[in-house]
């Protein structure tokens, strides 16, 4: 018989690998690539508990990604594979993040193994599913619900002569609007490839356009095709130039896409980004008709430490 003092319950013992895998070291992911060259890094620490915000915005700001994520228990205790999670850019905290969202789950899931996860970010819970495809681990995030608001002609103006844009070098049948799926994005969709290709902005004032305006990105766009998109994210609000891949705004850009029945009810779209800065990046954009939220897919890739 065993001893009621030592018996471990299967729940317990899986609770207790859990603690010894969920390590509170810094972790280096590339999201939304299957190559060590591509996509967009993030630091990951799967177990956050005895960091505190200053010490959380000291790791982002030396690893430099545009945004690192940092795991702790979910509010529930009793829940199994929930946890919360926040983001810091090299400066501050960010309410979300697609790409180190993603990066989290596929850690997550490489430690825990397959399944779903609950998410709880600033922005509101964020449910992952991470399933294993052709020996690769891809995360898939369900946004909070998004909406899509008009934004007005003179800040389109300024945001345009920060980027040296003109408005003739604008698609007409894309019109600038504000996404959000967690948090705010600009959308400016460039009539041809070559004006988004050249890339070359004024970084203080957009930052002050977007601090004013409340936005995480300002997402450039080009139309390929139907449901295909090239994407640049200018992110001076996190102290980057750049970002090579981003899921929360591909997440509003979904919405957007939507709103403006760019693209039919049910549709998957693929978003490119990073080529242009030599990280190139691949989301999957999935939406459906009867779910106003939009679920963003990708791969990431655990990359050497140090």
Same mark, same amino acid.
């Given at each position: ?49 005895? /960091? !505190? ?12 990604? %545009?945004? %690192? ?22 400066? &501050? ?23 779903? @996860? ?10 992952? %599913? ?8 891809? &995360?898939?995030?369900? %946004? ?28 007409? /049948? ?31 004032? /957009? ?45 509003? @850009? ?6 403006? &029945?760019?693209?039919?009810? !049910? &549709? ?7 080529? !242009? ?23 990431? /890739? ?5």
């Amino acid at each position: 018989m065993s001893d009621p003092k030592t018996t471990t319950t299967p729940a317990a013992a899986a609770a207790a690998a859990a603690d010894v895998r969920l390590t509170a070291e810094v972790l280096h992911y590339t999201a939304f690539t299957t190559s060590p060259t591509g996509g967009n890094g993030a630091g990951v620490v799967l177990d956050a508990s005895r /960091l !505190d915000d200053e010490a959380m915005v000291a790791i982002a700001a030396e690893l430099g990604y %545009s945004e %690192s994520a940092f795991v702790t228990p979910g509010p529930d205790p009793e829940a199994d594979r929930s946890f919360t999670l926040r983001f810091f850019s090299p400066k &501050a905290e960010v309410g979300f993040c697609g790409h180190a969202t993603i990066a989290t789950a596929v850690a997550l899931g490489e430690r825990l193994g397959e399944g779903d @996860f609950a998410l709880h970010t600033a922005a509101g819970q964020v449910p992952v %599913s991470v399933r294993e495809e052709g020996g690769v681990m891809k &995360a898939t995030l369900t %946004s909070v619900t998004p909406h899509v608001d008009d934004v007005a002609a003179e800040d389109v103006t300024e945001a345009l002569a920060a980027l040296g844009w003109r408005a003739e070098e604008l698609d007409a /049948l894309l019109p600038p609007r504000i996404a959000f799926a967690g948090v705010r994005h600009l959308v400016l969709a460039a009539a041809t490839r070559e004006r988004l290709a050249d890339l070359d902005y004024d970084f203080d004032r /957009l930052l002050e356009l977007m601090r004013r305006l409340d936005l995480t990105t300002v997402q450039l766009v080009w139309r390929e095709s139907e449901t295909v998109f090239h994407v640049r994210d200018p992110f001076p609000v996190g102290g980057v130039v750049e970002d090579a891949a981003t899921g929360a705004a591909a997440a509003a @850009f979904g919405a957007y896409a939507r709103e403006l &029945a760019l693209v039919p009810a !049910d &549709a998957r779209l693929t978003l490119h980004q990073g080529h !242009d800065m030599g990280r190139p990046s691949l989301l999957e954009v999935t939406l459906r008709a009867h779910d106003p939220r939009v679920r963003v897919t990708g791969t990431a /890739l655990a990359l050497p430490q140090g």
